[in-house]
């Protein structure tokens, strides 16, 4: 019986992790595919390996908290498999939806609702964690505000990302040995961009993989069901199932959906929502990749369509300058003019920053996952007392 339990708990953390793996790869790697720098299943492949980093590493302090810390008592088999369960429902219904779902917030709502209905929950451990899901949209959108409108537009007009026609690297067979060298039309530039960019994706997937890979087995591992190396296995390949099929869909959303954003302010935003997901990981704090990257996104933008104004009047609104929404999609030859000053026209004419339906689709899923995710739990437990 105990077997029968252990393989449904196995294949609901499967379940768990290939879901994980269709949300967290489209943050990883949509915009440089989005950029088409990147094939989707390259992405896949480098997305395995290094959630397998993260969640091997920094994951463990992480699966440390989701396993011990939210609930007082040890959750027992039974209820781990149901607690994956509303997980898995949780990432499903937005992935359904194209949208990367705040998957460490799902299954600290899962596990909270378990709490509520056995009066086992940690007040003081959730209250901390709550009180980051507040904080670290604030900060990235505040990190994404001051890059946005005191250094970008520098930066953007010296460094620029684009992806030329033909292959990015040929072979030299002229030698007994072949050498690698330039593509046809490939630029110096051009390559150490799509360096960068391999660089910054790959931090990003093992920051991913550090939040989301305890996601997947926590529950497994704090029923004691499984040992924490097995389960970080079984999670990194759940994920990287994810990756190689639905995470398309996802891709497609995040590298064009979002934002018309350039490459150079996604990579921005992917360094800046990494750092703050690897660091709070560390400290053992469950938090969302997607919250981090979303709000860097809204704050890079509006750092820059707010340079025409004093920080003080864009802060109070008001002033009575026209904005520029759309800067940050502006060509990098545009002119950079002072902070204070009024934009140039093409500026004021660039696209839209970014789609803010979307945003707000984003927005509601941090509301709606960790909610249902709670009360399903809830109820379940409550209406099964023996499971918990």
Known sequence: MVETILLVGVVASIFVG????????????????????????????????????GGWTVGRNVMDTLSEGIITIDISLGAGVAVLFFIGLGILVANV????????????GAIAGLGLATGTLNFETIGWIVSWWIVTPIIGFWIGATIGRYIYPELNRRFEIKASEGALLTFDRSGSIPKPTLGPNTTNQELVGTIVV???GCYMAFSAGASNVPNAVAPLVSSGALEANPAIIVATVAIGLGGFTIARRTMESVGGELSDIPLLAALIVMITAS????????????????????????????G????????????RGESDKELAPG???????????????????????AGDLFNPRAVMKYISMWVIGPSMSTLLAYGFFVAVPFVG
């Not at 969302?288 to 933008?301: A, N």
């Not at 369509?305 to 004093?310: I, S």
């Not at 999609?329 to 000053?341: L, S």
């Open 275 to 302: 750092t703050i997901t690897t660091l709070l990981s560390w400290a053992g704090i469950p938090i969302s990749l997607v919250m981090s990257s979303v709000m860097t996104i809204v704050g890079l933008g509006w």
């Open 304 to 315: 820059r369509a707010t340079r025409p104004v004093t920080a003080q009047e864009a802060i």
């Open 198 to 200: 391999f660089i910054i």
């Open 327 to 349: 800067a940050l999609t502006a060509e990098p030859d545009a002119p950079v003019t002072p902070i204070g000053e009024e934009e140039p026209e093409e500026v004021l004419d």
């Open 97 to 108: 939806f194209g949208v990367p779902v705040p998957t460490s917030m799902t299954t600290v």
């Open 18 to 53: 290939f879901n994980i793996g269709g949300s967290s790869t489209g943050i990883a790697w949509g915009p440089a595919v989005g950029a088409g720098l990147l094939r989707k299943t390259t992405a896949a492949a480098l997305m395995t390996f290094f959630v397998f980093l």
